[in-house]
């Protein structure tokens, strides 16, 4: 088969859960013999190769703009890829629903994967927010397969609208430390720092992160991964800590020193309150991470009983950043974690599951 990827930033994969999910997804579906596409925006990636470990690449430009860059550059990447023979299109986002209309009205095989429940970001209000939650009545009464990453989103989906979603999660890989000597550089040492990363926005709650920890009696560390895409008042907000022991590295794209600080730290912060399954939480867990994470139907339905859970409350926060100090052995958790990962999240068995979806899209046996 002939798949287009439509509706992420790009590969490889540096900004979210889509962008993994489409590298991820790609790279195993090539290796069955698949001849994958994959849209990026050439704003985010200066060199500009035409392949990537056998995927197609084709960059496009994209307004840099916060409501509507995304929306846009799927409308243009869509017009390109019907000019193209492929046996499906398999488009990112909600938010790009409108857009669908013409591939639909085209007779084009079309999967659409939904998202977690982008209207209720707060960085959403007023008129973006009624936007989302418009293309999302409109996504479900088109008839197009959509998939949800999490079973709370798939059940959101059936109990709101009557609406069933097909099931395929994110998926981790298992690993372990290369070369520890890489935080030596940034002042860091093995098991010496708490550990956030994402990007910074108020769901993530890094500000939450920060004053609990500005509480906690410790001599370990904070340590912050991410930034803002556009300006904030939110990012702006983070950048001005007065604690020495926090650290904030930015936007980190070195995959190998990220796997370094994942494998090294005391626990991993997981903030995200919003969202289906977590990339990142993922990745945590099948690092080794400890993980301390909001307590939402999202976040619990991934770590289970292999991670400990805050409310949004920076004194519950630095209670259960105590409690993790005061453990004298966290390796049951850590390796709980590693199982759950292995059991049933797995990339191999997702890009199969998406390989029998677009198999049965493409002979239209599946709508």
Request: aromatic residues 12%; contains cysteine; proline residues 5%.
């Amino acid at each position: 088969m002939k798949i287009a990827f439509i509706g992420t930033r790009g590969i490889p994969a540096r900004y979210g859960g889509f962008e993994t999910c489409a590298e991820e997804i790609a790279k195993r579906l090539v290796k069955k013999g698949h001849e994958v596409w994959v849209y990026g925006r050439s704003g985010y990636y200066p060199h500009q190769d035409t392949m990537y470990e056998a995927i197609h690449l084709v960059y496009l430009r994209e307004i840099r703009a916060k409501f509507f860059e995304t929306f846009l550059h799927t409308g243009l990447s869509l017009l390109h890829a019907l000019a193209r023979r492929f046996d499906v299109l398999m488009v990112f986002n909600v938010a790009n629903s409108p857009w669908l209309l013409i591939p639909l009205a085209l007779g084009k095989k079309t999967v659409v994967h939904v998202d977690g429940l982008e209207w209720m970001r707060p960085k959403w209000h007023g008129l973006g927010r009624r936007y989302y939650q418009w293309a999302e009545r409109l996504a479900v009464r088109l008839p197009l397969p959509l998939i949800s990453d999490s079973q709370e989103i798939r059940k959101y989906f059936r109990e709101r609208y009557g609406r069933e979603t097909r099931y395929i999660s994110y998926g981790a890989v298992l690993q372990a430390s290369r070369d520890p000597s890489r935080l030596g550089p940034l002042g860091l040492t093995p098991e010496g720092y708490f550990l956030q990363i994402a990007r910074f926005e108020p769901e993530n709650n890094q500000l939450l992160s920060i004053r609990a920890f500005e509480g906690l009696e410790t001599k370990k560390k904070l340590v912050l991964v991410g930034g803002a895409t556009y300006a904030s008042k939110y990012a702006r907000e983070i950048s001005p800590t007065r604690d020495p022991r926090i650290v904030l590295l930015g936007f980190c794209y070195d995959r190998d020193l990220l796997r370094e600080l994942l494998c090294h730290c005391f626990a991993y912060i997981h903030g995200n309150e919003v969202g289906g399954t977590n990339p990142g939480l993922l990745q945590a867990m099948a690092s080794g991470c400890f993980v301390i994470a909001r307590d939402v139907p999202f976040n619990r339905e991934v770590g289970g009983d292999a991670a400990v859970y805050f409310n949004k409350s920076a004194d519950d926060l630095r209670g259960k950043m105590a409690w993790a100090l005061g453990q004298p052995d966290l390796a049951p958790m850590k390796d709980k974690a590693r199982k759950i990962i292995e059991s049933r999240y797995s990339w191999d068995a997702m890009a199969d599951a998406y390989e029998r979806l677009f198999v049965s899209v493409a002979s239209g046996s599946q709508r």
